[in-house]
Every structure is written in structure tokens, then in C-alpha cells.
């Protein structure tokens, strides 16, 4: 199996400090991990792309310096939310692909951010 | 931006029925998945067809693509309470490499 895990699966957190998530690939090694954005009743929208020991490549529209993006290792990837706002409040969802299969993705349990 | 649109949004049926959902995108792709979402979770993928194959079989469901559309669809046979979640289509576009573009959902809520 491929197992991703993610955590937390849940944080409210008062306006202002900064949220880190993280997301570990268990048996696996992800050469890319993805992260998502998720409103309520809503699709997924990418955040950005991460690849181990470089630099994430963000979406149009998704501030470099609010969402950080370390991707340190083969199995972990975390972002990290700064100065977080009501506004930032949301379903964020990781993704792995692993090393030698390049099409399916397996998802992390999401976090869900509420800021206060 | 949204490569996928799905329909019907939601949809309600009884257990043993069949359900459909239909996803229509853009642009050329290389190969088109089905996920599913439990409420509140993440994704778990279901199957894959590339963008030479019609038609795929994997257990209770039969997905199509009609590339000259640029659509397709998942059939769940014989419907379980269970099956209650949201489906996903999502498209990898020969434009955009390794990203996976995903679809606006379908609600399916299957009454036991």
C-alpha cells in the first residue's frame, strides 16, 4: 500500500500566529507532493508543488511568503501557514506521488484550519 | 483554474440502483481519474484511463472517456449505502506535466 499521513487532522488557532502541517509519506518515497486548498462543497485547488530539496513552485494567486512550503525530505513535506486570518480558515489537503509511478496520487486525511 | 466540470452536482438514489456522473474538460489530456472523498477526508483514487482507451472496468465501476467530446463518465452498479461521498474527476493535461487539475465533484448520497 501507499500511506500518507497528515497531521494535524484539526487546529483553530488565533489570528496572527502561524499553523505548521505536516505531511509523511509512510512507505513510500514521494519525489513530488502537492498541496490543496478545499472550501467547503467545493473542488481542490492547488496551492503549489513540492519537490524534495528544491524550491515549491506556487500557484497564480498563492502568496510564496504566506504559505511556506519546506520539503525536506523524500518522505515529508510541510507547510507552513504565517500570520494566519479568518480568511486562511479552510480544508488543506496534501498529496504524494510516488517514486516510479507518475500518474495516480495519494492523499493525506486533510486538515481542517480554523482561525479565529 | 477548473479543467473539469462535473454534473450533476449532487445526486440521490436508493441502494441497488446505478449512478452516473459525467465530467467534461477542456483541453487535450494524457489521462483522466476518478477519486472519491468521504466528508471531511482526503481522496482516495478509484481508477485511471489514459487518453487512448474508452472504456475501464474496475470492480463495481465502468468508467468511459470520448476524447472527441472530451468527457467522461463513472457508472457505480448496484449502489450502497456506502458508496455515500463525493466523486472526483481529474484530468492530467499534456500542457501541464505532472499536475492533476480536479474537477467540481458530484454529491452522491445513496439512501439505504
Known amino acids: 500500500g501507499a500511506v500518507v499521513s497528515q497531521h494535524p487532522s484539526w487546529v483553530i488557532c488565533k489570528s496572527g500566529t502561524s499553523v505548521k502541517i505536516e505531511c509523511r509519506s509512510l512507505?513510500?518515497?514521494?519525489?513530488?507532493m502537492f498541496w490543496y486548498r478545499q472550501f467547503p462543497k467545493q473542488s481542490l485547488m492547488l496551492m503549489a508543488t513540492?519537490?524534495?530539496?528544491?524550491?515549491?513552485?506556487?500557484e497564480q494567486g498563492v502568496e510564496k511568503d504566506k504559505f511556506l512550503i519546506n520539503h525536506a525530505s523524500l518522505t515529508l513535506s510541510t507547510l507552513t501557514v504565517t500570520s494566519a486570518h479568518p480568511e486562511d480558515s479552510s480544508f488543506y489537503i496534501c498529496?504524494?506521488?510516488?517514486?516510479?509511478?507518475?500518474?495516480?496520487?495519494?492523499f493525506g486525511s486533510g486538515t481542517q484550519l480554523s482561525v479565529l | 483554474s477548473q479543467q473539469g466540470e462535473e454534473d450533476p452536482q449532487a445526486l440521490s438514489i436508493q441502494e441497488g440502483e446505478n449512478a452516473t456522473m459525467n465530467c467534461s474538460y477542456k483541453?487535450?489530456?494524457?489521462?483522466l481519474q476518478w477519486y472519491r472523498q468521504n466528508s471531511g477526508r482526503g481522496l482516495v483514487h478509484l481508477i485511471l484511463?489514459?487518453?487512448?482507451?474508452r472504456e475501464k472496468h474496475s470492480g463495481r465501476l465502468r468508467v468511459t472517456l470520448d476524447t472527441s467530446k472530451k468527457s467522461s463518465s463513472l457508472l457505480i452498479t448496484a449502489s450502497r449505502a456506502a458508496d455515500t461521498a463525493s466523486y472526483f474527476c481529474?484530468?492530467?493535461?499534456?500542457?501541464?506535466?505532472?499536475?492533476?487539475?480536479f474537477g467540481t465533484g458530484t454529491r452522491l448520497a445513496v439512501r439505504p
Open positions: 498529496s504524494a506521488r510516488k517514486q516510479g509511478i507518475n500518474e495516480k496520487l495519494f
Open positions: 481529474a484530468t492530467a493535461m499534456k500542457s501541464s506535466g505532472d499536475k492533476l487539475t
Open positions: 512507505d513510500f518515497q514521494a519525489t513530488t
Open positions: 484511463i489514459r487518453s487512448n482507451e
Open positions: 513540492s519537490n524534495e530539496g528544491s524550491k515549491a513552485t506556487y
Open positions: 483541453t487535450s489530456i494524457n489521462n
